[in-house]
């Protein structure tokens, strides 16, 4: 096992990192810029190293300053959490030639799952089912068009090195695919520093559902069951479900073996989710996360299984001691990440927190790194915390939700917090009934002003 970690984040994942390092007895190393001096994950870790200014591109993705932190504290691993250098098949490597342990997959895999036109192409390989689409990237207008067409209109362009939905446009009709060949191609352009663009089917109305799997390395790997995220603005997850509310057990299981068989193929080490879109009965991969992901306590909620644990636990070599039959479900779950933004817009709304209450009591948890007094920096995402409930049924689930929420108190900044007591009170929610342009036609109807 590891002896020290170095969590190379910030914010709440660093501390349920941090949480999960202590329980297995490992000390840890916080980094942080100079913004988050006094951050949480700093005050709790055994040691901290300020490794830059607050701009991330000096701080957070600052491989030089993090390999120092490392090399002055002497930890043995790193944990990159979500974001930031989580998803870098280079930064993987560069720690690999130091002799520190990266926690996460293979390079090589996190490179494959990183190009999403050769994802696509693996995913194919493995049998797992795909969006129909461009089998590589597009080199013209008039190869698109031919392409589009055999697909049929509408479709999407999407960004190879794609990420938090940007570098993605759609065009409803042969008119519109040369706009939207340009306009995805420069923002992929300037957010990614690569143009490479494909083309996929654009699904009407299908919900996000994704698969979690847990890999050894060496050819073990086991599914532990889906999550659904189709409650989105601009392709961002805000509200995560597990069970999906469109699956039963056979179609669940059904999928998660299919995903878990190709993982032992692909010898996947460490947490990986596989998503999909999922419309008419029918499973199509979009891409593979080869992290953590913000929504893991869903799955953690309803299997009390610790993925943090189990992923450094592999990442050291432990092998995994979960089979297949050892993953059994409980209840439902659903978390909410609560953002400091205006309800209505999503516009950032960062500064100081003057006061703060989180809920608590049966099934109710919160991962959060925020604090009475504490002042949310503008240079980072907006997440205030995550509220996870759990429940015997989906029903206990929302009310349980719904009480949550109503204790929830986060005053000084604007939050998300009214939006989510808007949606845990409307019958398509209620009803489990939704996709994942279901959240835009809402907003676009007057959202939480409507109501
Ligand atoms: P990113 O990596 O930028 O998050 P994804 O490929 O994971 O991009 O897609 C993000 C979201 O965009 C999906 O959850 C879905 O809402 C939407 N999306 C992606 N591909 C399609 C598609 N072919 N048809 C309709 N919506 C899509």
């Not at 329980?23 to 988050?36: F, K, M, N, P, R």
């Not at 953690?300 to 089979?323: C, N, P, S, Y």
């Not at 989180?358 to 109710?364: D, K």
Request: hydrophobic content about 40%.
């Amino acid at each position: 096992m590891f002896e020290k970690i170095l969590i190379a984040n910030r914010g709440e994942i660093a501390l349920r990192v941090l949480r999960a390092c202590k329980e297995l007895g490992i000390s840890t190393v916080a980094v942080h810029s100079t913004a988050d001096a006094n951050a949480m994950h700093v005050r709790l870790a055994d040691e901290s190293v300020c490794i830059g200014p607050p701009a991330a591109r000096d701080s957070y993705l600052n491989v030089p300053a993090l390999l120092a932190a490392c090399e002055i504290t002497g930890a043995d691993a790193v944990h990159p959490g979500y974001g930031f250098l989580s998803e870098n098949a280079r930064f993987a490597e560069i720690l690999e030639e130091h002799n520190i342990h990266f926690i996460g997959p293979k390079p090589g895999h996190i490179r494959i799952m990183g190009d999403k036109i050769e994802a696509k192409r693996t995913a194919r390989r493995l049998g797992i089912p795909v969006v129909p689409g461009s089998d590589g990237g597009i080199t013209s207008d008039a190869e698109a068009m031919v392409i589009a067409k055999t697909i049929g209109f509408p479709v999407l362009v999407k960004a190879a090195a794609g990420g938090g939905g940007r570098g993605m446009k759609v065009a409803q009709t042969p008119a519109d695919l040369s706009n939207a060949l340009a306009n995805a191609r420069a923002e992929a352009q300037s957010a990614f520093g690569d143009d490479a663009v494909y083309l996929e089917k654009y699904l009407a109305q299908p919900r996000h559902i994704e698969i979690q799997v847990l890999g050894d390395g060496h050819g073990r790997a086991i599914h532990l069951g889906e999550r659904d995220c189709s409650l989105q603005r601009r392709h961002q997850k805000i509200w995560e479900e597990g069970h999906s509310p469109a699956l039963n057990i056979a179609a669940s299981n059904s999928i998660g073996e299919t995903v878990a068989k190709a993982m032992r193929e692909l010898e996947y080490l460490g947490v990986g989710t596989v998503e999909f879109l999922y419309e008419d009965g029918k499973f199509h991969f979009i891409e593979m996360n080869t992290r953590i992901q913000v929504e893991h306590p869903v799955t953690e909620a309803i299997t009390d299984i610790d993925l943090v644990v189990e992923q450094i636990r592999v990442a050291a070599g432990g092998g995994l001691d979960l089979k297949q039959e050892d993953v059994k479900f409980f209840g439902h779950a659903i978390e909410c990440r609560i953002n400091a933004e205006n309800p209505q817009t999503f516009m950032p709304s960062p500064g100081k927190i003057v006061a703060y209450h989180p809920p608590g009591g049966l099934g109710v948890r919160v991962d959060s790194a925020v604090y009475n007094g504490y002042t949310i920096p503008p240079f980072y995402d907006s997440l205030v915390g995550k509220l996870i409930v759990h429940g015997k049924t989906r029903s206990e689930c929302l009310m349980r939700l719904k009480r949550a929420l109503d204790e929830f108190v986060v005053d000084g900044v604007e939050t998300t917090l009214p939006l989510f007591r808007t949606l845990v009170r409307e019958k398509d929610i209620i009803d489990g009934d939704y996709h994942i342009h279901w959240l835009e036609d809402f907003l676009a109807k007057g959202g939480i002003d409507r109501v």
